[in-house]
């Protein structure tokens, strides 16, 4: 694993390795164990969108880790100037020890990887969100105590989150169902990846229009917003087309009684989501929230750090 840029890349051993260092990092982390494993070490994190949960857990992240992370929003460097990802990507690798970026195109992601010299970390495009999956697959573990056999449905938009599930989901052996409607779809390509990956792991993968369909049977039950970052100029028809698709207490009591139910944050509730199934018992969204931290310092230290 030389960067975290699409979970399609990674192996199985690879999210395998990530979880068994995060469990490790959150119980030194909860025990107050020092756990400098990037002492001396930099991160340059680029913004060309807003965040709450990725900026700070990554900020935090790498001081817990001994190390040092720069905040770089794209208005005050010079890549929102019109700077190229080329030169970026080459004067920060003479700077940092590691780079992870949020911005629109996925391409400009890979290109920061092709051009520069060190490690490049997703943090959200507007075609996949990788870090935040990893996540939500470490949480899942938690309260289920596996991964294979289950099965998760996402209603809602094809987004990146949901693309990014696709990928996660079939790389580690669990069931996936995704009702979005026409035209809203996850992405061609992520789904032909994951069915490519789900014949290795034995996933099932179940792409429908109907959300009853999809939540039938699910252990875990996950949505996102209707409005992705980008996309506000088509709020008004994205509530429109995507109101049959809300989590409610009639749509989550579909699922297994036993349920969980995820959210990547931030939410509208009342829009995706409504207060009782998000408020609810069987919702561990701040959990998913925290281990944000937990997950992505394992990434950091297996990028980053000594081999
Ligand atoms: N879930 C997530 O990535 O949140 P932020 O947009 O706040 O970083
Ligand atoms: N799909 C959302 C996720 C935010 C974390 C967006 O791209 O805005």
């Known amino acids: 694993m030389e960067h975290l840029i699409s979970l399609h890349d990674l192996t199985v051993e ?8 995060a469990e490790k990092l959150k119980r030194q982390q909860k025990e107050g ?4 494993l990037l002492k001396g070490k930099t991160l340059g994190m680029i913004f060309t969108k807003s965040s709450t949960r ?35 990507a080459q004067v920060l690798s003479r700077y940092v020890d590691g780079i ?36 939500d697959l470490f949480t899942i573990y938690e309260h289920k105590g596996t991964l294979k056999g289950l099965k998760l449905a996402y209603v809602g938009d094809g987004n990146n989150v949901a693309n990014s599930l696709l990928h996660g989901c079939a790389k580690v052996g669990m069931d996936i169902a995704v009702a979005s409607p026409k035209g809203y779809e996850c992405d061609s390509r992520i789904v032909e990846e994951a069915k490519e990956d789900a014949k290795a792991s034995g996933a099932n993968i179940l792409l429908t229009e109907d ?32 109101m049959p698709y809300q989590v409610n ?8 009684e036993d349920a969980i139910f995820l959210h990547c944050l931030p939410a509208y509730r009342g829009y995706e989501v409504t207060e009782d199934v998000i408020d609810g018992s069987q919702s561990v969204i701040f959990d998913e929230a925290e281990n944000r931290l937990h997950v992505q310092k394992a990434i950091m230290a297996l990028l980053m750090g000594n081999k």
Not at 33 to 36: D, E, L, R, V
Request: charged share 25%; glycine share 6%.
């Open 14 to 21: 690879d999210f395998e390795s990530i979880f068994k260092l």
């Open 33 to 36: 164990i020092p756990h400098h």
């Open 54 to 88: 990725t900026r700070v857990s990554f900020e935090v992240g790498m001081y817990q880790l001994g190390g040092y992370p720069l905040f770089l929003s794209a208005n005050d460097i010079q890549l929102g100037r019109g700077e190229t990802i080329y030169d970026t």
């Open 100 to 135: 992870m970026i949020r911005t629109f195109a996925q391409s400009d992601v890979e290109d920061l990887a092709r051009y520069g010299n060190v490690p490049v970390i997703n943090g959200l495009t507007d075609l996949m969100h990788p870090c935040q999956i990893l996540a």
């Open 211 to 242: 959300p009853e369909e999809a939540i039938k049977d699910a252990d875990v039950v996950y949505t996102d917003t209707w409005v992705s970052m980008g996309q506000e100029s088509e709020k008004e028809e994205r509530i429109k087309v995507f």
């Open 249 to 256: 207490n009639t749509l989550f009591s579909k699922a297994h």
